[in-house]
């Protein structure tokens, strides 16, 4: 039966608000389209919530924790894949977050803004300075890419407001990923060990449904692959929770199917 592959490591990008019909098959977007034509498409996949800040929480904390704006100051004391899952099994992590001011910065400074940041919100990340000090600028993403005994298990990247798509058109978006992409997978942890990249959309921004797209892209997923199975954000999750073995955070990553169809014969 496939599972998910022990993989070395794992980034996740989050981009913003847009439905999956407006991305995939969009001519604004002709990279992602490209990498769907490669990889694989999650094609029946929802956000949880609305707005932003309960899908952040939901993809690193597994609940949205009742939740439904996207206060500043909502601080949770809570487990999360990062420091309780990730940290916990001896992996090293980091959050790489575009025009952050500076590491371990706490509220907003437009393009960055918090909210797009859910590991302020964890309790036990940012009163740990040790721990707070893997959320950081996304310029170190580079740096820590070059060797990969400098490569974190865990990434997690969220673009800026412009660049996210959020305040930005699809294009924009598009173009961001086009540079951002390739750095990734052209990088040691892509090259010389088998690694995971998924990327998705936090919402859809209101629309009917709430479906975003939801790219697979690693060594071994069929080319074009475009999976039915239901699947949401806790399902991201614990595909990640599957991959290393680490146990569920909540209820809701543990009911969670983890998006084993898109590594078949593993």
Known sequence: MPTVPAFDHIFVIVMENHSASQIIGSADAPFINELAASYGLAANYTAVSHPSLPNYLALTGGATFGLSTDCTGCFQNAPNI?????????????????????????????????????????????????????????????????ALDSTPSYGWITPNMIDDMHDGTVAQGDNWLSAAVPALLSSAAFTQRRSLLLITWDENDDSPGNEVATLVIAQGVPAGFKSQVPYNHYSLLRTIETAWGLAPLTANDAAATAMIDFFPGH
């Open 82 to 146: 990062a420091v309780d899952r990730v940290g916990a099994s001896g992996r090293p992590w980091r959050a790489y977050m575009e025009s952050m001011p500076s590491p371990a910065f706490v509220g907003d400074a437009y393009p960055y803004m918090q909210k797009h940041d859910p590991f302020v919100y964890y309790d036990n990340i940012r009163t740990d300075p040790v721990q707070f000090a893997n959320v950081v600028p996304y310029t170190q993403l580079a740096k820590d890419l070059s």
